[in-house]
């Protein structure tokens, strides 16, 4: 069964922020942000634009009645810029006109005068100057030190990876109406209602409650929405509250790509030890972190890629530290994966290359390592399960791994430019918010007197069908169809204090308090039916809308039930909330038990290489996912491809370029590949582990979204595969994105250029 929303999109009815119906009178935003990368403020001039035609208001930081403050993990980042700016494009003023075209001419006549700071975009040249965002942190296992003696092999090198813009379809967008007695309704498109909520309200000094957050979907997010709708959000409040006239703000696209902040660059240095069996001995990593000007939600990634660090193995000794690096770009933000595609794509660059140095598939390596239940990971955790080994077995088996691999060698020595490559990429992914705080939700449950049903959660919907499985957990839970049941938008006043919809943990968390609550309706229901069958409410089910006593289906359907319970002045509504059990995490000693379980699998990606002109494609993903007991098997497909293609797009065609005064060059479509339709490989095949592992979340369901992205990793390794067999590639510096210039470049025996 597919979602309302599916409809409603291919038709082009789903309504999104900008489509609103715009209340009369409203006002239209757009932002004047800064010009360079790292200056203070002198003077600037907002007389002309004040004058030009449509004009209503200029707002900068001198207007924020409360708090000019975003951060929400570290109290450092401004809304509105007061005396320095600290990259292209920071918002310094807010312009209010009666057209939107208006308010973006104005934006335009605003002067300013900033005293230019020399800007620093490279994160290792800012931890050599001690400019991090937060204190270096470091996991450790075993004893390294004492491992290297006992290694037959060590390898070393450094890996960097690029950024990535989210390029979410529905830019970032938000329409604040002032009402009645203080009240402020925000339609935003957020992945954290709670957050716009409180910022919103520390922007105004109001309480949280004169704040009114509504979120109905979004148009994707990918993560590039869990803290940054915030700022524009908080802008349309700021006006609207002054102005006490609706006001909107959408950004244009390529305002978008500029102001916003995207996935981390990270460059690393690595180190891994192998003995003479090809048993991981030791590992020890740095890792560079380019956080952008601000912490935004920094910290909390690079603590992510240190609990991802050794991805599917098991390595005994571990010694791995991270930096958030301060550098005057837009703050990188989160995004699926949320820094363990970092971590991960260095974990097998270290591989890689220690195969490469012995002459040996990689696949050999990363079989002989794989995570077995029990293995302790660097933080602490151990391993429940064999799904890591399961997944990586049956995919080898069932996509005939050994006889292609064979079958491309001899195809890539008789074909001199047409090459062919081959990797099998693991995955292993913590699920939970690694702050334990945040693994909490709530739900609103109502039944009306009809038996229909409306079910209010934190949960987001951004396309990536939270609302189809919530669904089917209320459903179930009440034994009713799906089609009584309707899910309604996020709103802050009908469930509080709201965690964002990110870390895959969505339809987990809202999805268990969603059962919770109908479950306390249930029982009181149960009580009604037990009395009116003389019989105890444990006999009682309900299933298929009938009522049960035992296995005999009684007379009573659903409807009848309801109507009853209500006449007996039963309440039919329930707010429930649930907590993650058996999760914790002690900073101090970087110990501690952070995810409910790991979501595993295995993909074997297959690369064509064209290394006459430097083209590659990949031809082929195959996988093995566990997927737990799949809520939507469509949904779940969906985001493994989709997830699968982002992979890709990430490490292969995506590059950010930026001016040598830190302006984003590639800020559109045209000059900022995607990975589109047409790019995604012709063949990719999504098989679900059977027999999966426990445990799961609800229903013994495992999470989606991000998982799947790492599979990506694999093409990197594919093409670079194809590209070994025309020739050496050096594996000291590893680097991504691997686009076609960086390819020709290696296959004419360049290094990668930065
Ligand atoms: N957001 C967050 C996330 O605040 N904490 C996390 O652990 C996380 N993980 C993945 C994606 N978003
Ligand atoms: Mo996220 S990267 O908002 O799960």
């Known amino acids: 069964m597919s979602s309302p929303d599916t409809f409603a999109h291919v038709r082009a009815e789903s309504l999104f922020v900008d489509d609103l119906p715009e209340p009369a009178g409203t006002l239209h935003a757009a932002v004047f942000g800064s010009p360079v990368a790292h200056g203070a403020i002198r003077a600037m001039d907002v007389e002309s634009a004040a004058m030009a035609p449509g004009v209503i208001a200029i707002f900068t ?122 009240r402020m309704r925000l339609y935003t498109g957020t992945q954290s209602p709670s957050v716009v909520q409180r910022v919103a309200a520390r922007i105004l000094a109001c309480p949280m409650h004169n704040i009114e957050v509504e979120v109905q979907r979004l148009g994707g997010a990918f993560g590039g929405k869990e803290e940054q709708a915030t700022p524009w959000a908080a802008m349309a409040a700021l006006a609207a509250q002054n102005l006490q006239r609706p006001v909107k703000l959408v950004l244009l696209r390529h305002e978008d790509m500029r102001m916003t902040g995207k996935r981390h660059p990270y460059s690393t240095d690595y180190r891994l030890g192998l003995d003479g069996n090809g048993r991981f001995l030791a590992f020890e990593a740095t890792y560079y972190q380019n956080s952008g000007a601000a912490a935004d939600l920094s910290p909390a990634i690079l603590e992510r890629s240190l609990f991802h660090a050794t991805n599917s193995y098991f390595i005994p000794n571990v010694q791995i530290t991270g930096m ?55 933080f602490g955790m151990r391993i429940e399960g064999d799904a890591s080994r399961r997944s ?25 430019y047409l090459k062919r490559g081959l990797a099998i990429m693991p995955i292993c992914f913590g699920i ?23 079910v209010s959660t934190g949960a987001v919907e951004m396309g990536q069908g939270v609302l189809t499985k919530l669904r089917r957990i209320v459903a179930f839970a009440l034994g009713i169809a799906e ?14 204090n709201i965690s964002p919809t990110s870390a895959s943990t969505g339809t987990d968390l809202n999805g268990a308090a969603a059962v919770i609550a109908c479950r306390l309706i249930m029982e009181r229901l149960k009580t009604v039916a037990a009395a009116l069958h003389d019989t105890t409410p444990e006999r009682i089910a309900i299933r298929e809308e009938r009522v049960w006593i035992g296995d005999t289906c009684g007379p ?28 914790h995490y002690d900073k101090k000693n970087e110990k501690g038990h952070p995810f409910a379980y790991h979501v ?86 999504v098989d679900f582990l059977e027999d999966p592992s426990a445990p799961g979340a609800v229903m013994q369901s495992k999470a989606i ?25 050096p594996c000291d510096l590893i680097r991504a994105p691997l686009t076609n210039e960086q390819i020709l470049r290696q296959l004419e025996g360049l290094p990668p250029a930065e």
């Not at 939970?432 to 409306?454: C, E, K, M, R, W």
Request: net charge negative; aromatic share 6%; with cysteine.
């Open 483 to 496: 089609t009584r049941v309707r899910l309604e938008s996020t709103n802050t006043t009908r469930v509080a």
């Open 61 to 182: 930081a001198r207007d924020i009645p409360g708090e000019n403050q975003l951060g929400v993990i570290i109290e450092d980042e401004p809304l509105l810029a007061e005396d320095e700016v600290h990259y292209v494009g920071q918002p310094i003023a807010v312009v209010v006109a009666e057209s939107s075209a208006q308010a973006r001419e104005a934006v335009k006549r605003i002067a300013i005068d900033i005293d230019k700071r020399p800007p620093e975009f490279d994160p290792r040249r800012a931890a050599a100057r001690g400019d991090l965002i937060a204190p270096a942190r470091t996991l450790s296992l075993g004893n390294v030190d004492e491992a290297w003696a006992r290694c037959a092999t060590i390898v070393a090198g450094r890996v960097d990876s690029g950024g990535q813009e989210h390029l979410y379809l529905e830019t970032q967008a938000a329409l604040a109406i002032p009402e009645a007695r203080g």
């Open 600 to 685: 595993c699998g295995t993909a074997v990606v297959e690369a064509r290489l064209d290394a006459l002109r430097g083209t590659a494609a990949i031809e082929s993903v195959q996988i093995i996912h566990d997927a737990g007991r799949s809520l939507d098997l469509l949904v779940d497909r969906g985001q493994v491809e989709g997830a699968v293609v982002q992979g890709i797009g990430w490490l292969t065609i995506e590059e950010l370029v930026h001016s040598p005064e830190g302006r984003l060059l590639s800020d559109s479509l045209s000059s900022y590949k995607i990975p589109d339709f047409h790019f995604a490989p012709p063949r990719i095949e």
């Open 432 to 454: 939970s918010f690694t702050n334990t705080t945040l693994n909490q939700a709530g739900a609103l449950v109502h039944i009306y007197f009809d038996g229909s049903v409306s």
């Open 324 to 378: 958030c690096c301060r550098t005057n770009l837009p703050p990188f933000t989160a995004f699926r994966g949320f820094g363990a595609p970092q971590a991960m794509f260095v974990m097998e660059s270290a591989i890689a290359a220690a195969a490469e140095i012995l002459n040996i598939p990689a696949l050999q390596l990363q079989q002989a390592n794989l995570l077995r239940p029990g293995n302790e990971l660097p």
């Open 392 to 416: 990586f077995e049956t995919a080898l088996a069932r996509f005939d791994v050994k006889a292609r691999r064979e079958e491309i060698a001899r195809h890539n020595e008789t074909s001199p």
């Open 705 to 729: 979204g991000e998982p799947p992205f790492m599979y990506g990793i694999g093409a990197f390794f594919a093409i670079r595969a194809a590209m070994r067999s025309v020739r050496d590639i």
């Open 556 to 583: 009573l359907d659903w409807h009848t039930l309801v109507q009853t319970a209500y006449s007996q002045r039963v309440d039919l509504s329930a707010h429930a909330f649930y907590a993650t059990p058996d999760i």
